[in-house]
């Protein structure tokens, strides 16, 4: 299951509207365009929705509606869920199946649901601020809410710019660790978890993924921290042809960025989690050769299917590094958003091959509009 469509839209009749429409995704996505265009803010609204639909957001969006469509390869079917808030109260709720619908409810909280069991509509009522997805999940009664649950439940988002090397991790029993696997900043619980449930492959998967971007290490692990509070652990690495343990504290930022996104990708995907990676700002921080390298290793893992990818950046060697086919360029006029892809504007992109200038000009020299396109 992977996202295809996503529109979005909240405060319509207030100053600060802001809506998203045109976002047809594929499995390797760029957000790409000028700064304060949206989109983080786009990155962030997918994230809130998959946080809500895995039940693990304790409130819901103040505002917003959502209009998003899955598409799930293995039996070729399309999901279209539409999802209304208004102060935190759900106005409206619906999912089609190929144009089937398998549940409805308005403001009232009153609705029908199909039951695969029963090959019938079954009636409900659930609070204004329950949301059927989560509410009503039976794997056995309605299949169809389970698909989108684990989409959401495999969701994550990393702000590559906010990983943080000062983190530390608590834990005076190494055999019982509790850990977020949903919080970019766990990463040193996460590795501890990555050993304990994967041996020698985990640790050997993360080496050799940081020597593909160009980090030649031989050995990565987790050793006391220098702390005044008693359990902190800390992520340490080697490198090649030198005995110095560098600590987590004395790593580059970019050594610390890409190493912590590494651990948290591995994870994932040797748990076979990862259904929709978002990355705000990837390779922010790393030189040309690193940032280059970190993109081609993280989209390799969704080229083979194992994850849909949607990255944002402002970063010319990213943007150089990512084919255009892959881009989504995000335009903003006053609180209205609008992107522009390989899907709505074919012409555009297939004419710019033959001007000779790089990725990042198809940006910087505003090729979409300067062909006619409406702004």
Same mark, same amino acid.
């Given at each position: 299951?992977?996202?295809r ?13 802001w ?6 995704l594929?499995?390797?996505n760029?957000?790409?365009g ?30 917003g ?7 799930? !390869?293995?039996?070729n ?37 199909y ?17 059927v ?21 495999g ?10 090397? /000062? ?5 005076? /029993? ?12 766990s ?6 978890k990555?050993e ?12 050799n ?7 030649e ?9 220098v ?15 030198s ?5 987590q ?24 989690l990862?259904t929709?990676?978002?990355?705000? /700002? ?20 969704? !080229? ?17 590094n ?6 989504q360029?995000?335009?903003r006029?006053?609180g ?22 790089n990725?990042f ?12 396109? !409406?702004?």
């Open positions: 299951m992977i996202l469509k996503f529109d979005y839209s909240e405060f319509m009749d207030k100053p600060n509207a809506s998203l429409e045109g976002l047809i594929e499995n390797i760029l957000l790409v000028k700064n304060a265009t949206g989109k983080t803010n786009t990155l962030t609204k997918i994230a809130w929705l998959g946080d809500m639909l895995a039940g693990i957001q304790p409130f819901l969006l103040n505002s509606s959502y209009d998003v469509e899955f598409y799930d !390869d293995n039996d079917d399309t999901y279209q869920y539409e999802l209304n808030i208004s102060l935190q109260k759900i106005q409206r709720e619906i999912l089609r199946i190929n144009g089937d619908i398998k549940f409805s409810r308005e403001s009232d909280g009153i609705g029908k649901i039951s695969d069991q029963l090959k019938t509509n079954m009636d409900f009522k659930l609070s204004q601020n329950q949301l997805v989560v509410s009503k999940r039976d794997a056995i009664q309605h299949p169809f809410l389970e698909k989108l649950a684990k989409w959401a439940e969701q994550r988002m990393y702000a590559f710019s906010d990983l943080r090397r /000062d983190s530390l991790f608590f834990t005076n /029993d190494m055999n019982n660790i509790n850990v977020n696997p949903r919080d970019m900043n990463v040193i619980g996460l590795y501890i990555g304990q449930e994967f041996a020698k492959d985990f640790k050997t998967r993360v080496i993924s940081m020597k593909e971007i160009g980090y290490l031989t050995n990565v692990g987790i050793t006391e921290s702390s005044l509070f008693a359990g902190a652990k800390t992520l340490y690495v080697m490198e090649e042809n005995q110095m343990v560098i600590l504290s004395l790593m580059s930022q970019g050594m610390f960025r890409a190493l912590s996104l590494i651990i948290q990708i591995t994870y994932n995907t040797l748990k076979n990862p929709t990676i978002l990355i705000d /700002d990837i390779g922010e921080g790393l030189d040309f050769a690193r940032s280059t390298s970190v993109i081609k290793l993280i989209s390799r893992v969704a !080229d083979e299917g194992k994850c849909q990818l949607i990255m944002s950046t402002n970063d010319r060697f990213v943007m150089n990512v084919p255009l086919k892959y881009w360029i995000i335009q006029d006053r209205q958003c609008k992107i522009f892809n390989y899907h709505n504007k074919k012409e555009e992109f297939d004419n710019f091959k033959y001007t000779g200038l990725n000009d198809f940006l910087a020299t505003d090729f979409i509009n300067s062909k006619g396109v !409406d702004e």
